[in-house]
Structures are given as C-alpha cells and as structure tokens.
C-alpha cells in the first residue's frame, strides 16, 4: 500500500502542476515573476552591478548605454545597481509586513472571535484604526519616529493588522457555531486546544489570500512613504527613493523615474497574480465571478 | 431607522474620539519640546518655562488631551510651527484643489468603472470582459505616482496635450481648469476605478444568475432595461460599499498625486508638513481625512434602503 502511494505521488504532483498551469496559466505568470525578483535580490552582488551607494560626480546623469545599463543618476550611482538592491528593500517590507501583519491580525481575531468580553473593546479599537486611512496613518506614525527600514516594517504592519483582525474574527464567528466546534467544547477540549487545533486551522486558507494582498500594499506603501521623504533613509536604494531623487529631471531624464518604476509595478503585479491564483484555488465559486 | 441612525451616529461619535486621542498622542510623544521650537534659538531656560506654564505643557495628559479637545470642537487644530498660521487656515487655503481633483476623479471613475463592470458582467468571457478584467489587476497593480509619470511622459512631455504640472482654480477659466485637472483626476481614480468596475461586474454576475432576470428577459424587456433597471439596482449595495471604503485609496492618492503634479492642495501641504516635522499640520490633516472617511462611510450605510427598500435597520 505504501509502495502504491509512494509511486502515485510524483505522477499525481506533476499532474497538479500541469492542471495549475493550465487552468490559471496568470498564477505562473506570477509565480515566475515573484521568482525572478527574489532571485534578483538574492543574486544582486552576481548580476553584473557594482556598489549602488558608490558615488561618483563626474559620472552623473548618464543616459543608458551599454557601460551604465539603466544610466547613472544625480549622484553618478548606478541605477541598474540601485534597482536590482532595491528589490530586497521592497520584498523585506513587502514579506515582513504580511508576515508580522497576518501574525498579529490573526492573534487578535482569534481571541476577540472567541472571548465575547474582550471583542467589545479590542474591535472598537481595531474600528478606530480602520477609520484612518492606511496611507495617512502610516505617514502620522513615520512622523514620529526616524526614517529607517525597521520603523517602516512597524509602521506600515500597524496599519494592515486591524483588517487582518477582522476577517479572521469574521471567520472565528461562523466557526464557534459548527457542530464540530461545538462537539469539541462539549467533549471538554480545553480553550487553547479548540482554538488551536479546531478553529486556527480553518481560518489559514482566507488568511494565505489576504497575506499576499498584504504584501503588495505594503510594497506600494512602502515606495508612497519613501517617495514623499517620510519612509527609508534618503541613501537607501529603495524603488520610492530613487523615484523621489529623479523626479526634479524627470522631464529631461525619465529612466531615472521609469526604471525603479517599472520594476515596483511589476513585482506588485506578480504578487496580485499569486493572489488571485491562491483566492480561485481556495474559493472557486468566488472565482468564477472575480 | 430613526434607531438605527441614532445608534449609528452615536458610534461615529466613539470612533471619532478615539481618532482625536490617537491624533493627539501623536503630539503627546512627538520627539522635541514643542516650547523650546516656539521660543528659539536664542531662548533662556525662563522663556521656555514661561511658554510651558502658557501653553499648559506640564499638566497632566488627560487635562492636555481635555483642553486640546475643546479647541478641536471650536475649530481650533491648533498652530503651524513652522509658518505659525492656525492649522485650519492652511488647510481651508487648500482644501479647493484637493476637492476639485477628488471630485473630478470620482465623477470620471464612477462614469467608466461601473459601465465598463456592467458590460464586461453581460458579455462575460468575451474581449470586453477580459480586458476589464486584465485593467483592473493593473490598476491594483501600478502605483499612482508611477503611473502618474508615465502619463506625464507620454501625454505631456511627449504629445504636448496637456499641461506637465500645476493647477488652475476655476476664476482662471474653465478649460485650463479642466485641462491641468484631467490627468492627475484620471491617475488618482484608476486604482479605485479598477476596484469598483471588478466588484461591478462580480455584483452583476451574481445577480444575473437569478430567476427574476430571467424573467424579465423572458417578458421582452430590452438588454439595457434588464441590465440596468433589474440587475444593477440589485447589485448596488456591494457597489455602493466598495465605493464608501475605496475612498481610502482616493485619500492616499491625493497625497502623492499632488506632489507628482505641483498642486497645491491638502496633500501637497501634508508632504510639506513631513519634510519639515511640522506635527500640527500633520494631526490636523488625519483628524480631518479620518472624518472626511467616516462621515462617508456613514451616508453609504444610509443609503442602502435607497438602493433596497427590502433593507431595515
């Protein structure tokens, strides 16, 4: 028996991606993407570039050639450079914040969904923050602390969190209903143990879709926060940071706005792709419609 | 419904204070004392106590949070620090560009965005429905200051239609307000308008399926009857929602549309306000916004027993 599953399993895995590929072939648009953009931000010291903060006046402003691939910038950087690092800058945010964002949402969503008392008072607060739009709530935040990864990350995860909360608790309340949650609590299954082993199980598969939408809004906040002098230090080589510094010669010189751009769009896009493909293969009646 | 309004705005009222507290703990743990910025460089120790004692910086939390409260309620969002106007002035001098753009992109997103889901909702699978679809995941997909400069590039810098930057109030006439208007409107409403036209067509999709339409359809009625006197009206309330909840993105928008144009608006004087820490500004701007985005999402909750007589609260 063992040795009939161990030989179905590889026919049936490549079936499935073959089967993946075919029905959503935007979903492997996506994925190839994504993989392409880590392994770019992996391999940034292999591709060809050079120090993206190295400094050199007489170099600058250069248009594209086949010395300066993406041209130099106002300070003689190299963009090519600066744009191959500033993908770790934007995946580092974009997955921390989905990570921490969905870990925190989930945290508090299952206990509020859970603990009646404790609902009335944390989704009140959770209302309040949803009351404030994400963009402004993570510049008032910004505003208070210094420009650096890190508060960026915190800043942009304290946004995400009350929506997370929220769809989890959603998920939590109809969950707390079924008979088998009930079956468990009448069995005595201890609090932890219904929360953990009947009820969080259930909720992973919204909350793997909404972490990938999470994770591309907090790329473009990311660039938003950057590009208006409120997110990572100006030296950085983030996509935001570098529109921010092109922008006075865009007119004149628009690789140095395009380039970065063009590479934050399309990494959005293929995190939106891995999404839609995770939401259609999660909720195919939903699917059909979106 | 009287009830529910009641309750509802008693709820808006919470949510409002919690805001303010939020806004106000801002100033509360803002690094620097605001009464040393006040006096200046050349100030002695006895200056910045004597504005300390004036301003009520040394009373306790709550009596501060107390006392700014109130001048909030009077109008009062308190003082610039850096051109030390009151903050309510500045923004009254910009609010008119920021509802001009606002206004335009709404009107410009709404007239496409639920056409275009309505018809890509009737004619499902086809090029017009593939094409919506493939817009809107680029529309989520492109952020709008990067489409902003791409629109720049092509419509401005290269065909020299419209206008690079700037703005132009209504006194200056109408077809330089329309023209230095129509692009920033259309990058600021393409997110939103990508949202509305996929929730659109997933709303009309759903309603499509029921047996009423297909009764209409069997009685004779005409395409666009069905379409937009059964189906649409039915499929308004989650139109309507994501319309309430999607000007979040409008207002985030703004604030890097503004800047990628030159328009002097709210947005404009919020990045201003970043770059020189002046706190205030920034306090006052999300009290405002935040309000701004409650009080809609209130009135579309409202309107849902327009758009179904069948809703009671």
Request: aromatic fraction near 10%; charged fraction near 15%; glycine fraction near 8%.
């Amino acid at each position: 028996m063992a040795l009939a599953a161990a030989e179905i399993a590889p026919v049936v895995q490549r079936h499935w991606l073959g089967e993946t590929a075919r029905r959503h072939p935007t979903v492997m648009i996506g994925v190839m993407l994504l993989l392409a953009m880590a392994a770019m931000a992996l391999l940034a010291p292999y591709l060809g570039t050079v120090d993206p903060l190295a400094v050199a006046p007489v170099k600058r402003l250069r248009p594209p050639s086949e010395f300066y691939w993406f041209g130099t910038d106002s300070y003689g950087r190299d963009i090519y450079s600066r744009t191959l690092y500033g993908a770790r800058v934007s995946l580092t945010v974009g997955l921390s914040v989905a990570m921490f964002g969905t870990a925190l949402g989930l945290a508090i969503g299952l206990v509020t969904g859970f603990v009646r008392r404790l609902d009335l008072v944390v989704m009140r607060v959770m209302d309040a923050l949803m009351s404030v739009p994400p963009v402004l709530l993570a510049i008032a935040l910004m505003a208070l602390t210094k420009a650096s990864l890190g508060n960026v990350v915190l800043a942009i995860t304290i946004t995400e969190v009350p929506r997370v909360a929220r769809l989890v608790r959603s998920v939590v309340l109809s969950l707390r209903e079924q008979p088998f949650v009930e079956a468990a609590v009448a069995a005595g299954t201890g609090f932890w143990r219904t929360l953990l082993r009947h009820i969080l199980p259930n909720t992973i598969a919204p909350l793997l879709v909404q972490a990938t939408y999470i994770c591309a809004a907090a790329m473009i906040t990311e660039a938003v926060l950057s590009f208006i002098g409120a997110g990572t230090s100006p030296e950085i080589p983030s996509w935001g940071n570098m529109m921010a510094e092109g922008r006075s010669y865009f007119q004149i010189k628009p690789y140095l706005v395009l380039f970065p751009g063009a590479f934050l769009s399309l990494t959005v896009l293929a995190v939106n792709l891995v999404g839609d493909g995770l939401r259609d293969a999660l909720d195919p009646r939903l699917a059909r419609r979106l | 419904m009287l009830a529910y309004v009641v309750r509802r705005l008693v709820a808006t009222v919470f949510v409002m204070a919690f805001v303010a507290f939020f806004v106000f703990s801002l100033l509360y743990l803002t690094p620097g004392d605001p009464a040393a910025t006040i006096a200046g460089d050349l100030a002695t120790a006895d200056d910045i106590a004597r504005i300390h004692r004036q301003l009520g910086l040394d009373d306790p939390f709550l009596v501060r949070f107390g006392h700014w409260a109130w001048g909030v309620l009077q109008g009062d969002l308190g003082t610039s620090i850096f051109t030390n106007l009151p903050v309510t002035t500045l923004i009254g001098q910009r609010v008119g560009p920021t509802v001009s753009l606002t206004i335009m992109a709404l009107i410009i997103t709404l007239g496409f965005a639920i056409p275009l889901g309505v018809i890509a909702a009737s004619k499902v699978g086809s090029w017009i429905d593939r094409l919506v679809m493939v817009v809107a995941v680029l529309g989520f997909s492109v952020p709008s200051f990067v489409l902003a400069y791409f629109a720049i590039l092509c419509f401005s810098v290269w065909l020299d239609w419209l206008p690079v930057q700037g703005y132009a109030s209504l006194s200056e006439g109408f077809a330089p307000f329309i023209e230095h208007l129509i692009l920033p409107s259309i990058v600021l409403g393409l997110i939103y308008g990508a949202l509305i036209a996929r929730i659109t067509r997933a709303a009309m999709l759903e309603v499509l399926s029921q047996d009423y339409i297909r009764t209409a359809q069997a009685k004779g009625l005409t395409e666009g009857k069905v379409l937009v006197g059964h189906a649409l009206r039915n499929a308004a309330i989650p139109i309507v929602t994501v319309i309430g909840s999607g000007i979040a993105l409008l207002i985030g928008g703004v604030i890097v549309t503004e800047t990628v144009f030159a328009i002097p608006g709210i947005g404009r004087l919020t990045v201003d306000a970043i770059l020189r820490r002046d706190y205030p500004i920034i306090q006052g701007v999300t009290l405002i916004l935040s309000a701004v985005y409650v009080v809609i999402n209130l009135l579309v909750d409202m309107s849902y027993t327009f758009f179904d007589p069948r809703v009671r609260f």
